[in-house]
T-cell receptor, first 114, second 111 residues
Framework: DTAVSQTPKYLVTQMGNDKSIKCEQNLGHDTMYWYKQDSKKFLKIMFSYNNKELIINETVPNRFSPKSPDKAHLNLHINSLELGDSAVYFC?????????????FGPGTRLTVL | TQLLEQSPQFLSIQEGENLTVYCNSSSVFSSLQWYRQEPGEGPVLLVTVVTGGEVKKLKRLTFQFGDARKDSSLHITAAQPGDTGLYLCAGFRSNDYKLSFGAGTTVTVRA
């Protein structure tokens, strides 16, 4: 059973398009996250939700909008995609708050903007 | 500027050798975690340290949290090719709920 799953695995799209990445966890965790990993492997947190409420919102362009329909899902919608958005996006979840509890990461979504 | 500085950025050693990866900051952290990431996969937690001066051992891996809770190190004894991967440290500050990752250390162990 996959603990944290993301779809799609790969996403290739044109500049200016709007796209979404879906994330689901079946671990019963209360907290979910979105991270961006750039070409230099630097992993930066974008958002965190706890029980469907936004608790971390780093400096991210407002073209990125997370949506949490329930505790098990945290989707990422990106409007007006730009070349610089190309990266691997990871979803993660933890039982409680990050730093105290282990984060379980999904397999990543490689986004390529042409 | 990054909150956590990892060094070295790259490390290539022969099987059987020892290695140490460092994670340093000017900030104090409530906890610090080490993750390992393999190509095409997400990071996987190795350890969490929360007490200044704490030392944790996981088989051939030894993790240390600095007394002031500003830095940490990961030491691998008798490295094996299976230890190859990207090692990431992550620090958490409970006062401002700031979670930050280091830039990572790519470790390659040659057979």
């Amino acid at each position: 059973d996959t603990a944290v799953s993301q779809t799609p695995k790969y996403l290739v799209t044109q500049m200016g398009n709007d796209k979404s990445i879906k994330c689901e966890q079946n671990l019963g965790h209360d907290t979910m996250y979105w991270y961006k990993q750039d070409s230099k492997k630097f992993l930066k947190i974008m958002f965190s939700y706890n029980n469907k409420e936004l608790i971390i919102n780093e400096t991210v362009p407002n073209r990125f909008s997370p949506k949490s329909p329930d505790k098990a899902h945290l989707n990422l919608h990106i409007n007006s995609l730009e070349l610089g958005d190309s990266a691997v996006y990871f979803c993660a979840s933890s039982l409680g708050l990050a730093g105290a509890d282990e984060q379980f990461f999904g397999p990543g979504t490689r986004l390529t903007v042409l | 500027t990054q909150l956590l500085e990892q060094s070295p950025q790259f490390l290539s050693i022969q099987e059987g050798e020892n290695l140490t990866v460092y994670c340093n900051s000017s900030s104090v952290f409530s906890s610090l975690q080490w993750y390992r990431q393999e190509p095409g996969e997400g990071p996987v937690l190795l350890v969490t340290v929360v007490t200044g001066g704490e030392v944790k051992k996981l088989k051939r891996l030894t993790f240390q949290f600095g007394d002031a809770r500003k830095d940490s190190s990961l030491h691998i004894t008798a490295a094996q090719p299976g230890d190859t991967g990207l090692y990431l440290c992550a620090g958490f500050r409970s006062n401002d709920y700031k979670l930050s990752f280091g830039a990572g250390t790519t470790v390659t162990v040659r057979a």
